[in-house]
């Protein structure tokens, strides 16, 4: 069992930053593969970001490339999405999710992950 808590979120003006961070628990982090979902109101959950269990492989969403980059920290249990340039369409609930080695093909979907945290709300204003 894996748990996931995010943190970060907030009001930030367009073009500012935000850092996002998602706390696991369990001592198995080191060997998931985590993501970052984001789900506006109305709209399906999108794919963000993705980064393998090593740490060496990362994937994004075209939307976010350039702009965003997603690290993690396995001696403190922890993922982290550095948000840069951000745009008001970019105002989301945003989730970390945990899942096992899945296929690559996987990562940028739902189905490649098999826990997720409660979200945390990101507003950027124009």
């Known amino acids: 069992q894996v748990q996931l808590v995010e943190s970060g979120g907030g009001l930030v003006q367009a073009g500012g930053s935000l850092r996002l961070s998602c706390a696991a628990s369990g001592r198995t982090f080191s060997t998931w593969n985590m993501g970052w979902f984001r789900q506006a109101p109305g709209k399906d959950r999108d794919f963000v970001a993705a980064?393998?269990?090593?740490?060496?492989?990362?994937y994004y969403a075209d939307s976010v490339k350039g702009r965003f980059a997603i690290s993690r920290d396995n001696a403190k249990n922890t993922v982290y999405l550095q948000m840069n340039s951000l745009k008001p369409e970019d105002a989301a609930v945003y989730y970390c999710?945990?899942?096992?080695?899945?296929?690559?093909?996987?990562?940028?979907?739902?189905?490649?992950?098999?826990?997720w945290g409660q979200g945390t709300q990101v507003t950027v204003s124009s």
């Open positions: 980064i393998r269990w090593s740490g060496g492989t990362t």
């Open positions: 999710a945990a899942g096992q080695n899945y296929p690559m093909s996987l990562l940028s979907t739902e189905d490649g992950y098999d826990y």
